[in-house]
């Protein structure tokens, strides 16, 4: 094939890599309670569950803090990576980590001394559940500092081209995690007080492996004096907030749920809810690990002021999501009485925790779609947006339904709820995307369409799908919801006048037709003949070297090149592959064949600007061409 419309394979490769490592990233929040709640309820018994039930507002705590740190640094550096800013990145990077110390401490220090006026805060007033929850606390919270730097440094991490290394720290914390679990229980006996303190310690591991990546020949991130940069963090916290809220939602919630569940059921039911919230940890891996991939890509290609990217971005994370999604509810709807059976819950506990599995996981497709959204907004800058949605979804309207039904409904009603906040959350979002579309007025939203297809269609030979309205009397198709949904400034992609994007296989063949197309593209924009030589013979030449010399490891290979022709004649080649980074601009010409580098060559000579950087494993090379002379 020799090209596509907007670099959706690219994207759909990219986002596929870098979602295992999210998902990972989101567990790792969570991961120790879930495998405590696993452990204690085979060893302990179902009141062990329930105190580890009370002691997760604490956990939830020690992850929101840790989230609001690590969305708003990874949003921020994306976009900072998008407007080629390493010394901002740099900047960000010793901020956050010097807040997420600080913090850490902060939380480690108060949670020990106060583990048991907090048991009593959070509902465990007295008696053996109050001795449990406070034992449990007094370990967890040793290790708060842990929690908050590993989530950081993993999302952190996985931006400066090391994804892997988060997979191998959440597998040497979980092993750890088990078996530190079963030395402190079966060996020391130590109880609760022993599980909080065996998890603790694993977090740590796996802080000590994410460090490793700092010692590395790739690593990018540097420290700087983070004292004169500290009003940076102010940037960083609003763009986290979304998730600061979601945390205290959760929180609220789950105190509440607790309440009700002991006002009109039984410690069983507190029990089925802590085990419901290991499930709800596991699939929001899911649901979250989606999102922030989205934010990560999103929030580069926001920085490249790149629509058509930030479009692409966002199907592929609503397909893929999707398809994880349904499947996950439709074995676990399937297999609940196995999933409760792993926490070792027994009589009414059983009971109520099935009906909470198969009740709960039906809200998860609805949640990926949410979730999805409240990242895209984070990663673009639009937080208003991003927080309205995460404190509906994350509980608002669930507590306000399981408060107006749980009197004449139940348990049931608890369970249902979940389902009921999603959804009334997401009808909200259509309902308002759709008003404030219309709101701009419907010629300049169709101007502004108009424009977009103009310049996102494939031309004639060009195969992919495009969005569009009524052009010049030709009809093509509507604006989809999509587009009303993205909410981009005004002032993005202003001072564009024109672009198209370009796909190409790896071989030579489709290279040399990408190529031809992008000098009929230059040809038909008017560009003067010294560019419209230059640029296809450039991209034939990276893309080339890129072909022969780049993709011997790549399982599957892609080449995307996007023209931009700006309004002062400006004319901007962006080109990404996902070989082996090689900044093609480093190439030493002076040992090259003068015949086989005369791109790259007038390139040097002729360009404003040439940069280079190797971002979430792409090559991304950017070339800025200044108009002609007199044009």
């Not at 699939?283 to 991939?293: L, N, Y």
């Not at 310049?455 to 030979?461: G, I, K, L, V």
């Not at 040439?610 to 971002?615: A, D, I, K, L, S």
Request: hydrophobic fraction near 55%; charged fraction near 15%; aromatic fraction near 6%.
């Amino acid at each position: 094939m020799g090209a596509q419309t907007e670099n959706s394979e690219l994207i759909k490769r990219t986002f596929g890599k870098y979602l295992a490592m999210s998902i990972l990233i989101t567990l790792s929040a969570t991961l120790g309670m879930m495998i405590d709640n696993v452990i204690a309820g085979n060893l302990l018994g179902s009141g062990a569950v329930a105190a580890i039930g009370m002691s997760l507002s604490v956990f939830m705590l020690f992850s929101g803090c840790a989230g609001i740190l690590e969305t708003g640094a990874v949003a921020l550096c994306a976009r900072a990576l998008g407007n080629r800013d390493a010394d901002r990145v740099n900047v960000l990077f010793s901020v956050s980590l010097a807040a997420a110390l600080a913090v850490g401490a902060v939380l480690s220090a108060g949670g020990v001394a106060g583990a048991g006026a907090l048991a009593t805060m959070l509902g465990a007033a007295s008696g053996e559940l109050h001795a449990d929850t406070a034992a449990y606390l007094s370990g967890i919270c040793s290790g708060a500092f842990a929690i908050v730097l590993l989530q950081l440094l993993m999302g952190l991490t996985r931006l400066d081209n090391a994804p892997q290394l988060g997979i191998v720290a959440i597998v040497g914390m979980s092993v750890c995690d088990v078996v530190f679990n079963l030395v402190a229980v079966c060996v020391l006996d130590l109880g609760l007080r022993g599980m909080g303190l065996a998890t603790a310690l694993a977090y740590c591991v796996a802080v000590g492996i994410c460090c490793t990546h700092f010692l590395s020949k790739g690593n990018t991130l540097h420290l700087v004096n983070p004292m004169p940069h500290v009003g940076q963090l102010a940037g960083v916290l609003k763009t986290g907030l979304p998730d600061s809220l979601t945390r205290a939602t959760v929180m609220v919630r789950t105190f509440a749920f607790n309440w009700l569940l002991l006002t009109v059921a039984s410690a069983g039911a507190v029990a089925a809810l802590s085990m419901l919230s290991s499930v709800n940890s596991f699939a929001s891996s899911v649901t979250i690990g989606v999102g922030q991939t989205a934010t990560l890509l999103c929030g580069i290609f926001f920085g490249e002021e790149d629509r058509g990217a930030l479009k692409a971005t966002l199907r592929t994370g609503m397909r893929m999501g999707l398809v994880l999604s349904c499947a996950l509810c439709a074995v676990v709807f399937a297999f609940a009485p196995q999933v409760v059976g792993l926490f070792g819950l027994e009589g009414d506990a059983e009971a109520f925790g099935v009906v909470a599995v198969r009740a709960f996981i039906l809200c998860v497709p609805i949640d990926l779609i949410n979730q999805l959204f409240v990242n895209y907004y984070q990663g673009t800058g639009n937080v208003r947006a991003a927080s309205a949605i995460a404190v509906g979804q994350s509980g608002l309207f669930a507590v306000l339904f399981a408060l107006g039904t749980v009197w004449f409904w139940g348990a049931t009603a608890v369970w249902t709820s979940f389902l009921v906040g999603e959804a009334v959350t997401l009808a909200l979002q259509l309902v308002v995307a759709s008003v404030l579309w219309k709101r701009k007025g419907v010629k300049r939203a169709v101007a502004g369409a108009a424009e977009v297809v103009a310049n996102e269609a494939p031309a004639a030979a060009m195969a992919g799908d495009c969005d569009g309205v009524a052009l010049g009397g030709a009809v093509v198709d509507e604006v989809t919801l999509l587009d009303k949904m993205m909410y981009l400034p005004e002032t993005f992609q202003q001072d564009w006048r024109a672009w198209r994007a370009f796909s190409c296989d790896p071989d030579i063949a489709s290279v040399a037709a990408c190529s031809q197309q992008v000098a009929a593209w230059c040809e038909a924009q008017g560009i003067d003949g010294r560019r419209s030589y230059l640029v296809p013979l450039a991209v034939e030449e990276m893309a080339a070297n890129a072909v022969e010399h780049g993709f011997a490891k790549t399982k599957h290979p892609a080449i995307d090149v996007k023209l931009i022709l700006k309004r002062d004649g400006t004319l901007v080649l962006r080109m990404r592959d996902n070989g082996a980074a090689f900044n093609p601009m480093d190439l030493d010409l002076s040992t090259a064949d003068p015949c086989s580098v005369v791109g790259i060559r007038m390139l040097r000579q002729g360009v404003r600007e040439v940069e280079y950087q190797n971002t979430v494993g792409l090559n991304n090379v950017v070339v800025t061409l200044p108009a002609a002379s007199g044009a």
